[in-house]
Structure formats: structure tokens, C-alpha cells
């Protein structure tokens, strides 16, 4: 997330921080979740699909994602002043129960009975767990900072030395809309924090939601940009095992109406669960700007 530098009443200072260590909050936001809303007990239904999908699998992932990010807001936007009960705080914020918990009673108020069951019969299948243990094996890799870049070579290698597979990988992230999708998520994401911030009255100044707004939509570009890199990156490591007949049954069920049906309830249900763990995040981070950390 970026500020406006128009403000007069701004500190350029906090704001060049804050602008840093948005760029590391959206991207663990990146969607293929909390204890703060009303839970209800998981229903077995959701059991067998969640456990089919390797949602803990993903979940554990997303949670090391934000333990790593504990470090780097606090030496961004308040260093020296978070230490074992920051990272304590932020651990607990993104418990995976917690957020399994929120997903999946999203999942079970969207997901009617023709979808479940086209859903369980993909995702129980050898192609479907293949594709998800894939996923979720590569996203923990890439935590690392030389997976990454090493994912980010194989992308271009695989691009130049075999552009029928590579056109596949495109098909899939063109025809699911993942990049814009993934943006959409990732700038509601940021919005929320900064608003958790100013409610939270981190900076010692008044800065409206009009012009965090702005300045989160001013980040749009830069952020599709780096999206799309991850994103191609990302599956084109992770798809490496698979042949280009099991990409192409892949693709043919996440373009069905069942598939986009199913893709349409993923993000929505990731995006609320980020929403409400984003602010609750920017209000964390707020006390301790302000230095009022419990």
C-alpha cells in the first residue's frame, strides 16, 4: 500500500515505512480466514472436502507466511517495539484452526449440493490430490528466498524452451482471471489494514478513508505487475509433475461452470476472512505505533 504524498499534514517518513511494508503484507495474501467472526461447529460435509483439498496444508503455509512478516512490520513501522509478544500476537492472530474454522463455514453457506459433490469428486480424485499436494509443497518452498527465485527461473526457462506448456499455465490464469482476482483480494487487503491503522490512531495526525483509498489504488499497478510474476512462477513449478494431458483436464474442470462456480466461492471466502484479519492487523500494529502496545 502507498500513501498520498499530497497531504500536507503527512509525515513523509511514516508513510515511506508504511509504503514498504505493504508491498510484504499483500503478497502473502496471494489466493490459490480468523477467529474474529461467529463460528459454528464444522459440519461433516466440510470436513470431507476441506480434508480433500489439504486445506491444513495450505493454512499451515499461510500462517509461516505471516510469522515471516512479523519481523519485517516491526522494523518497518515500529522497531524495537514489538519483540516475542508481536510475533506471539500475529501467530495467534493467523492460527490456522482459526482460520480453517472461518473458511469453512464460508464454505459451507455457498457451496450447495451439485457443487459439493462436483468439488469432492475432482478434488478426491488421483489427478485432484496430486494437484493440491503439488500446490501446497510448492507455496511452503517458495517461502524461501532462493526457491523463489529459482521458481522465478524455471518460469522463464519453461516459457522459452517449452511454449506449448507454458501456454497451458496461461490459459488457466487468463480464463480463471486469476490475476485480477488475486489484485482485487490484495488491495481490499491493504485498505483494511491501513483503515485498522487510522482507526487504531497509529499515526499522530488525521488521515481520511478517502485518502488511504487513493493511495491503495495507487499501488494497483505495481502490484499486478508482481502478481503476475508470482503467480506464473508459482504454477509453473508446481504443475512441473504434471503432463500437459492432466494440465488440460485441469484446466477443462476450473473453466466449467462447476469450476468457476467453485473459484468464485474461493475468493470470496479467502477475501472476507483477509479483510477482517488485515484490520484486525493494522489495529495490532497501530498500538505499537503509537506506543501503546498491551
Known sequence: MRLIKAMVSLNESDFNRLRNSMRYFWLVVLIVFSSLTSLRAETARMTVLMNAMEMDGLLDTMHLEHIALADELEAELFPGRGGAEWNKELSALYDPKGMRATLSTEFDGQINEPLYDAALAFFQSDL?????????????????????????????????????????????????????????????????????????KGFPYEVSEDEALAETWAGADGMRAETKVWLYSYFTLAYSTLSQDELREYIDFTTSPSGKRLNRVFFDSFDKLFVDLSYATGRAVARRMAGNEI
Open 128 to 200: 485432484g490430490q496430486k494437484i493440491v499436494l503439488a500446490e501446497n509443497s510448492t507455496r511452503e518452498a517458495m517461502l524461501e528466498p532462493e526457491m523463489d527465485a529459482a521458481a522465478n527461473d524455471n518460469m522463464m526457462t519453461v516459457a522459452e524452451e517449452d511454449p506449448a506448456r507454458f501456454a497451458l499455465i496461461e490459459e488457466m490464469v487468463e480464463k480463471g482471471d486469476l490475476i485480477e482476482n488475486n489484485v482485487t483480494s490484495g488491495l481490499n487487503a491493504n485498505f483494511s489494514f491501513y483503515k485498522g491503522i487510522i482507526d487504531g
